[in-house]
């Protein structure tokens, strides 16, 4: 009786491509070089994976070999151009269009027609890929993006600009920058900011323009390219994997943060296969910055002297790559128990020819054991990873939009930086804003009861002298008072008011897009682009003048949207 090692899932980050310099003006996007660059990641993947071709590969336990199973994949991207267009290259490279990966051009029960015809989609039978691209304000986004919206780790980052280590290295390298700037640099970066502490920027413009700039690409010399590369690589790495410094006990590894949050999502995504038993989320793919890469490297220990692959930013279309594996005797079909499952690390710095997948042991282990238990593993990523969404609001003080539901807080800070703990109250002003909406709510279900049970109806009239106010007040009634008049059948009244002038606020939603009033919605938008014409009056009850009685005369039914 022998053992069997099969490959439960995989989780694999894989950075952007080459994309446009982020300094300029434009939006940054997507190059063709970067489109291919990714391409060429998800085919590698593909080859591994979903239908090896190459000794040492293992074939994803009950995977779809050509058609994407939308139950099988989670792909998770941040809303930026260059890194949710990477990921769609990332899957047409592991799914390529059917009819170009096989004979296989019909999908069972949705491409076929009754008479026996069958309809390839549009590009050769290419596939559409399910990516949640998650933005700023959605949770989600820490995940990908731990280090944004943190105001603890931008704390952490402006002290490093004040240490003496930061200063040395400004102040050796103040001529080398100043030596880019009348050829290179002048014109997009300002005299003030070429420097050390932008040398991140700097370095990814002039690689930029070394691959698509011809000029530019003849007076960079190889020496001044990697010596900006070295420079910018130093930066990044002092700022997102320095897990020595702490300014506090409550962020000790707080530059870290990236590598913290990613190292969640990589159990959140083992812990659903697990669940599922194998039969959804087969492969978590990721895509994002270069942050979250050098922060877990650092974070797992594989920034030692046996790996110098990691003392450097990943090139573009770089991956790692964590397999959970199973090793149980080979005459079961059950799903595995976790104390049968393994994890194993591999990094592929790049997409070059050169470049390959390579396995690496995590936690500072030795370089034999490249692959270690799922319970070691789990293990060692709780020493830093992030717990929850409230755990990661209070660690960077954070005032997302989404932190107060997880964290009650007025917002004070204790003095080690963090959001208070034990502050779970709501701040005044969220109450007094909460206050303010149910007292609005309940004002009007009970002016509503009134309309609809007593016949309370409001009306204008229209005005044009204050000494034509009646009612209680006489001459010296307002044109904010209102009238409460009785019709001759005593029962219904009808508040009467002056007529106001209400102005157009910009972005207010009129009209309503799901009753399909879109006409209404596009004549207020027009209101708010000329402001001085006059605004035509929305049908609403104020149309009605005549109040409600007992011997009032029977409504006449009108039926419109």
Request: aromatic letters at 10%; glycine letters at 8%; a negative charge.
């Amino acid at each position: 009786m022998g053992i069997k090692q099969q490959l439960l899932s995989t989780f694999i980050y894989t950075l952007y491509g080459d994309r446009t310099p982020l300094v300029l003006t434009t939006s940054p996007t997507l190059t063709p070089l970067g489109a291919q660059q990714l391409y060429e990641a998800g085919d590698r993947i593909r080859q591994r994976y979903i239908t090896p071709s190459e000794s040492g590969s293992i074939t994803i336990n009950g995977i779809s070999p050509y058609q994407l199973d939308y139950d099988q994949l989670t792909v998770l991207s941040t809303t930026d151009q260059f890194v949710s267009a990477s990921a769609l290259a990332f899957l047409q490279g592991l799914y390529p269009p059917l009819q170009t990966s096989s004979n296989y051009t019909y999908i069972p029960g949705q491409s076929t027609f009754q008479n026996g015809t069958n309809l390839v989609a549009p590009l050769h039978g290419y596939q559409y890929p399910n990516i949640m691209a998650v933005s700023s304000n959605d949770l989600n986004s820490i995940w990908l993006s731990g280090w944004k919206n943190c105001p603890a780790y931008t704390a952490s980052s402006n002290h490093y600009y004040e240490t003496e280590a930061f200063q040395s290295i400004q102040n050796s390298t103040e001529e080398f920058y100043a030596s880019l700037q009348p050829n290179f640099l002048n014109g997009i970066f300002p005299n003030a900011s070429v420097g050390y502490f932008d040398a991140a920027g700097i370095y990814d413009y002039l690689n930029y323009a070394s691959i698509h700039n011809t000029s530019a690409a003849e007076h960079l010399t190889p020496e001044v390219l990697t010596k900006a590369k070295i420079l910018a690589d130093d930066l990044v790495f002092a700022l997102n994997a320095d897990t020595s410094v702490s300014e506090s006990k409550a962020v000790d590894n707080i530059r870290a943060i990236p590598g913290r949050t990613l190292s969640t999502r990589i159990l959140q995504a083992f812990d659903t296969t697990i669940n599922m038993h194998g039969t959804t989320d087969k492969m978590t793919l990721a895509f994002g910055s270069y942050e979250p890469m050098v922060a877990f490297a650092a974070l797992a220990g594989l920034v030692t002297p046996h790996s110098s692959a990691f003392y450097s930013v990943p090139a573009p279309g770089s991956s790692f790559v964590f397999e959970l594996i199973s090793m149980q005797t080979d005459n079961t079909d059950a799903y595995p128990d976790t104390s049968d499952m393994f994890v194993r690390f591999l990094y592929q710095n790049g997409t070059d020819s050169d470049s390959s997948l390579v396995a690496y042991p995590l936690f500072g282990l030795s370089p034999s054991q490249s692959m270690i238990s799922f319970v070691d593993f789990v293990a060692g990523l709780q020493k830093f990873e992030i717990f929850s969404v409230e755990d990661w609001c209070t660690t960077c003080s954070s005032f997302s939009v989404f932190c107060p539901a997880f964290v009650g807080t007025n917002g004070s800070l204790d003095p080690t930086g963090r959001v208070s703990s034990h502050q779970k109250g709501l701040s005044p002003a969220v109450a007094g804003v909460i206050g303010a909406v149910v007292t609005f709510a309940v004002a009007a279900l009970l002016l509503g009861a009134v309309m609809f049970f007593g016949g309370v109806r409001m009306h204008r009239v229209r005005t044009t002298r204050r000494s034509d106010l009646g009612g209680f007040k006489g001459g010296e009634k307002l044109a904010s008072d209102q009238d409460l008049t009785l019709p001759k059948g005593g029962a219904g009244a009808a508040v009467i008011t002056a007529e106001e002038t209400t102005p157009v606020r910009g972005h207010e939603r009129v009209g309503s897009w799901e009753l399909k009033d879109r006409a209404k919605a596009e004549a207020a938008q027009g209101q708010v682009l000329s402001a001085g014409m006059p605004q035509p009056r929305r049908p609403s009850y104020e149309d009605d003048d005549i109040p409600i009685g007992p011997h009032s005369l029977p409504v006449d039914p009108r039926s419109h949207v």
